[in-house]
């Protein structure tokens, strides 16, 4: 079975920061897909960031970025000039083929003034 | 366009009552999923539904259960409900399953259970 984990939960940096965040996940899979979501106070789900990795060039959204390493098992988010609206949790989720996403505990992300 | 929508926002039960949770869809999405987000694990899969039918249900005992009626609304029904059911129940759709249809969330319904 596959499992997704995320060993930060909780991290803090200062406004304008860059910060990285860790995920990495357990499968026998060789074509999946990797996704970090954005869960802000609010509670609703965002997609920040997808990855098929069957793609060797890293995603990235903006300020967002990913370092995707698959021999590694390893897909890191980069939020590079944090900012205050970023506060949120952040869920690193897997997806194999037309199947449900697996989602990791998630890490809470507090941007400070 | 109109987002996820999940009916009621909170949701107040005694231990042994039944929750019965509502969400539609975007228009155009075919699948509805269901997630537990409990507090400190993350969100755990609860059920699938594609086209009105059952695709894939998570490790949950069958007390939980749901249905997907044919404009695609979907209902999720918990049963003699336990303590640990206390949660936030996420409700997400998709024009349909798969990578290329990504998942769109709605803003959950607070289930408490006392």
């Known amino acids: 079975a596959q499992t997704v984990t995320q060993s930060q939960p909780e991290m803090s940096v200062q406004e304008a920061e860059t910060v990285t965040l860790s995920c990495t996940y357990d499968?026998?899979?060789?074509?999946?897909?990797l996704f970090w979501y954005k869960q802000p106070p609010s509670r609703q789900m965002i997609l920040v960031i997808r990855?098929?990795?069957?793609?060797?060039q890293n995603a990235t959204e903006n300020r967002f970025s990913v370092n995707f390493q698959k021999a590694a098992k390893s897909f890191s988010l980069k939020i590079s000039d944090s900012q205050l609206g970023d506060t949120a949790m952040y869920f690193c989720?897997?997806?194999?083929?037309?199947?449900?996403?697996?989602f990791g505990k998630g890490t809470r992300l507090h941007i400070l003034p | 366009e109109a987002g996820v929508t999940q009916s009621p926002t909170h949701l107040i039960k005694t231990r042994g009552q039944q929750a019965t949770l509502r969400c539609s869809p975007i228009?155009?999405?075919?699948?509805v999923y269901w997630y537990q987000q409990a507090l400190g694990l993350g969100l755990q899969f609860l059920l699938w539904?594609?086209?009105?039918?059952?695709?894939n249900r998570g490790n949950f005992p069958p007390r939980f259960s749901g249905r997907q009626f044919p404009n695609y609304s979907s209902e999720l029904n918990v049963n003699a409900l336990e303590l640990e059911d206390s949660a936030l129940y996420l409700c997400?759709?998709?024009?349909?399953?798969?990578?290329?249809?990504?998942?769109?969330f709605g803003n959950g319904t607070r289930l408490t259970v006392t």
């Open positions: 997400a759709s998709s024009r349909q399953g798969g990578i290329n249809s990504p998942l769109h």
């Open positions: 499968t026998s899979e060789s074509n999946y897909y």
């Open positions: 990855q098929e990795a069957y793609k060797q």
């Open positions: 989720a897997f997806m194999k083929g037309d199947d449900k996403i697996i």
């Open positions: 228009s155009g999405h075919t699948s």
């Open positions: 539904y594609d086209e009105g039918e059952e695709r």
